[in-house]
Nanobody
Framework: QVQLVESGGGLVQAGDSLRLSCAAS????????MAWFRQAPGKEREFVAA????????YYTDSVKGRFTISRDNAKNTGYLQMNSLKPEDTAIYYC???????????????WGQGTQVTVSS
């Protein structure tokens, strides 16, 4: 079993930056692929970014490419999502998720955090 705790969300203005963290416990995070998803009010949960166990492979949804960076520190069992040049349309609850095996870009991750709210005002 894996437990995930996100932190770092908040209320910011357009153009600002935030860094989200996802702390994993229960198993070494170095065995787990990690991803970030987000869900805005009234919308489905959508993929944002993902990173492989070693960090060698990363994926991003098109709307965040060049603005968001996913990373991880396996020594700290923690993953990160650096979000720059935030836009009002980035407003959502952000979730981290992990899985064994191959990195994927859909919601079929077995372990999820509780989410952290990101609100970007215009």
């Amino acid at each position: 079993q894996v437990q995930l705790v996100e932190s770092g969300g908040g209320l910011v203005q357009a153009g600002d930056s935030l860094r989200l963290s996802c702390a994993a416990s229960g198993r070494p995070s170095s065995n787990l692929a990690m991803a970030w998803f987000r869900q805005a009010p009234g919308k489905e949960r959508e993929f944002v970014a993902a990173i492989s166990q070693t960090g060698a492979i990363t994926y991003y949804t098109d709307s965040v490419k060049g603005r968001f960076t996913i990373s991880r520190d396996n020594a700290k069992n923690t993953g990160y999502l650096q979000m720059n040049s935030l836009k009002p349309e980035d407003t959502a609850i952000y979730y981290c998720a992990v899985k064994d095996g191959v990195l994927i870009r859909n919601i079929k991750y077995p372990y999820w955090g509780q989410g952290t709210q990101v609100t970007v005002s215009s």
